[in-house]
């Protein structure tokens, strides 16, 4: 691994990725939900924040990108569609871009629904992929600036990705989201054995993210809905639950 990827859990259940390119030195932040932790961690490390990555606009994700910006100087990378929504953005991407963090190449993937222009990083040298709130450990982002249309192609395009890809959500929501998959396939063996390591690494105050593409494909019941319409209801069910 040419990434160092530390977990940072802030409020009540974010998850804050801080990521070190040891060639470059730069080190990066992935949705800052707040400033004062990332800012510590890195301080600890010896790490000098150089970059801030977002992958949409909800204040959970860029709450820390002023004073983070205030801070160390960085540079920040964001969705352009979203760009009237996050003042602090310097470069604006969308599908096709890239950002960089030294020689290493997130590429950029539109992944619209639960905001209009939500975006995710895949770094494919280090099979890493941050998220944001589109996709979680058996579950997908509410649906609050787009369509189960929009999900439902969101998920096709995640589950092209290698098996292997780490995915790094921004959200501990994986025993909520397990109880939900298991009324939706109770018979999944694969769900039910995940369910019953998940409690386990609860109980013991354990994070239970990244997930991977290979365990979301035999697990998540939005990826594994076979039409809009299914993903649709399942969707409803779950904002329901
Ligand atoms: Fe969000
Ligand atoms: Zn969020």
Same mark, same amino acid.
């Given at each position: ?7 940072? @859990? ?13 060639? $470059?030195?730069? /080190?990066?932040?992935?949705? +800052? ?28 994700? /860029?709450?820390?990108?002023?004073? =983070?910006?205030?801070? /160390? ?9 979203? $760009? ?54 058996? &579950?997908?982002?509410?649906? !609050?600036?787009?369509? @189960?249309?929009?999900? !439902? ?8 990705? +290698? ?16 109880? !939900?998959?298991?009324?939706?396939? @109770? ?17 013991? &105050? ?5 997930? $991977? =593409? ?7 019941? !939005? ?19």
């Amino acid at each position: 691994m040419a990434l160092e990827i530390i977990r940072i @859990p802030v409020l009540s259940d974010n998850y804050i990725w801080l990521v070190h390119e040891p060639v $470059s030195g730069e /080190t990066m932040v992935v949705d +800052p939900a707040v400033a004062d932790a990332p800012l510590a961690e890195a301080e600890k490390r010896g790490w000098k924040i150089t970059q801030i990555w977002n992958t949409h606009w909800h204040p959970d994700h /860029t709450g820390g990108n002023a004073d =983070i910006k205030t801070a /160390t100087g960085c540079h920040i990378t964001g969705p352009a569609a979203e $760009s009237a929504r996050i003042p602090t953005l310097d470069t604006m991407v969308q599908e096709g871009g890239t950002a960089r963090l030294g020689d290493v190449v997130g590429n950029v993937i539109d992944v619209p629904a639960h905001t209009a222009g939500h975006i995710a990083f895949h770094i494919p040298s280090e099979n890493a992929l941050f998220i944001g709130d589109t996709l979680f450990a058996m &579950g997908c982002g509410r649906l !609050f600036e787009g369509t @189960p249309a929009q999900m !439902f192609d969101n998920m096709r395009k995640l589950e092209a990705l +290698p098996d292997e890809t780490a995915v790094y959500c921004a959200h501990e929501y994986t025993m909520s989201n397990g109880q !939900f998959a298991l009324t939706v396939e @109770p018979e999944n063996t694969a769900l039910v054995e995940r369910m019953k390591a998940v409690e386990t690494m609860r109980n013991r &105050g354990e994070a239970t993210v990244p997930t $991977s =593409i290979a365990l979301e494909k035999a697990t998540n019941p !939005f990826m594994r809905a076979a039409s809009i319409d299914e993903l649709a209801a399942r969707r409803a069910a779950k904002d329901a639950a």
